[in-house]
C-alpha cells in the first residue's frame, strides 16, 4: 500500500472511478420528489453522480490507522446494530441506547437500508471485498450518524444531515439532493429559514471529525454528548428551531419519513 497513490487491498484493486451519468440522476431525482418514501432513490442518484468520490474516501479511510484496522479486523457494524437485546442493556444515555430507542421509536433496523442500497446499479458487484466493507460500513452508519448529530428522520432533519454528509464527503449525489430538496422544501414552507438550516448541517459536518473512520464499535457504550465531543459535532440550533413547524407542515400534507423496516 502507497500513500502517495491510490490505496489498494490486499489484491492491488481499488474501487474504480465511475463515469457521471446526469440523465440518470435527473430520472431518479424526478422519482424521489414524486414519491420520498422511495429510498432507493436515493442510492440510485448518489451512484449516478458519485465520479471519484468513492475512491477518493476509501484512499483516506485506508490511509489511517483506523481504517485499516477496521478492515484488517473484518468488522461487520450491521451485526452490532442488530442486536437490540444487547443495545437496550446498554446504560441509559450512552450512544447505543440512545440509538436502540431510535430505531424502536421509529419502527425501523439496522437491515432497513440494506434493501433500498440493492437498487443502485450493479456496479458493486466488481468492488473489491475492502471496499464494499466501507461502503457498507457507511451505509449501516447512517442513523448513528443521525443520532449523533441531532438531526431527526423528518424531511429537514433529513435534509440537514444529507448536507452534513456532503460536508464530510464531498459526494456530487449527495450535494445534489441537497440542492433540489432545499429548493422544494422552502416553496413549501416558506418563510422558515429552511436554507439557514441546510447550511448550519453543512458547517457542522464540516467542522466535526471525518465520521467515516469513527470506531463506532468502541463508542456505543459512551455516553452521547461524550460521544459528540469527542467527533467535534455540535447541536444543531436552527433545525430544532424550525422543526417543529416543518413537522407540523409534512403532517398536515399527508407526507411522512423513510418506511420502516
Known amino acids: 500500500m502507497t500513500m502517495t497513490g491510490s490505496v489498494t487491498n490486499a489484491t492491488g484493486m481499488r ?17 424521489l420528489i414524486a414519491d420520498k ?33 477496521i478492515v484488517s479486523e473484518k468488522r461487520d457494524l450491521i451485526s452490532l446494530l442488530n442486536d437490540r437485546e444487547q443495545l437496550s442493556k446498554l446504560p441509559e444515555g450512552t450512544l447505543g441506547r440512545t440509538y436502540y430507542e431510535f430505531m ?49 428522520r423528518d424531511g429537514l432533519g433529513e435534509l440537514c444531515l444529507l448536507a452534513f454528509t456532503y460536508a464530510q464527503m464531498r459526494n456530487r449525489g449527495v450535494g445534489f439532493i441537497v440542492l433540489v430538496g432545499a429548493r422544494v422544501t422552502s416553496k413549501k414552507v416558506p418563510g422558515l429559514g429552511i436554507w439557514k438550516a441546510v447550511r448550519e448541517g453543512y458547517r457542522h459536518g464540516k467542522a466535526a471529525s471525518w465520521l467515516p473512520m469513527a470506531d463506532w464499535e468502541s463508542l456505543l457504550d459512551k455516553p452521547l454528548e461524550e460521544v459528540r465531543r469527542e467527533l467535534g459535532i455540535q447541536p444543531p440550533a436552527i433545525y430544532r428551531h424550525i422543526e417543529p413547524v416543518t413537522t407540523a407542515r409534512e403532517r398536515d400534507l399527508g407526507l411522512t419519513t423513510r418506511q420502516a423496516a
Open 15 to 31: 474501487p474504480r472511478r465511475k463515469r457521471i451519468e446526469p440523465l440518470k440522476a435527473i430520472r431518479a431525482i424526478r422519482a
Open 37 to 69: 418514501e422511495d429510498t432507493g432513490q436515493v442510492f440510485k442518484i448518489i451512484d449516478a453522480l458519485s465520479g471519484g468520490s468513492d475512491e477518493r474516501m476509501f484512499n483516506r479511510f485506508m490511509a489511517g490507522e483506523m481504517g485499516r484496522r
Open 104 to 152: 424502536a421509536e421509529e419502527n425501523l433496523s439496522a437491515d432497513g437500508l440494506v434493501a433500498a442500497s440493492e437498487e443502485a446499479p450493479r456496479y458493486y458487484r466488481d468492488m473489491p471485498a475492502d471496499a464494499r466493507l466501507f461502503r457498507d460500513r457507511l451505509r449501516d452508519a447512517h442513523d448513528l450518524w443521525h443520532v449523533t448529530s441531532g438531526y431527526g
